[in-house]
């Protein structure tokens, strides 16, 4: 099995910054594939920022040139930087992982952004 953990969620202003991690143990695949999603009061869960199986990215309209999604392979660990944060962004985030016939989710961090 595996586990994700995510961090860095919080309080921040309109304009402001905040970097997520997500930390996954267990048996990992090097063939998995990560991601960030987020879900709001009201609304579906959508995708924020993943990575393909081929290693590229794929980032929501609404987030291009604000979020960057990073990883570090060497210690299982996925990062969402946050930058220009709007109110719209307010949202709890998860982690995900994608692996052939399972998927994984962290337990979200929320992430409140106020004017």
């Known amino acids: 099995q595996v586990r994700l953990v995510e961090s860095g969620g919080g309080l921040v202003q309109a304009g402001g910054s905040l970097r997520l991690s997500c930390a996954a143990s267990?048996?990992?695949?090097?063939?998995?594939?990560m991601g960030w999603y987020r879900q709001a009061p009201g609304k579906e869960r959508e995708s924020v920022a993943t990575?393909?199986?081929?290693?590229?990215?794929n980032y929501a309209d609404s987030v291009k040139g604000r979020f960057t999604i990073s990883r570090d392979s060497a210690k299982n660990t996925v990062y969402l930087q946050m930058n220009s944060l709007k109110d719209e962004d307010t949202a709890v985030y998860y982690c995900?992982?994608?692996?052939?016939?399972?998927?994984?989710w962290g337990q979200g961090t929320q992430v409140t952004v106020s004017s």
């Open positions: 995900h992982l994608d692996r052939r016939w399972r998927e994984f």
């Open positions: 990575f393909t199986r081929t290693g590229s990215t």
């Open positions: 267990g048996n990992i695949v090097n063939g998995d594939v």
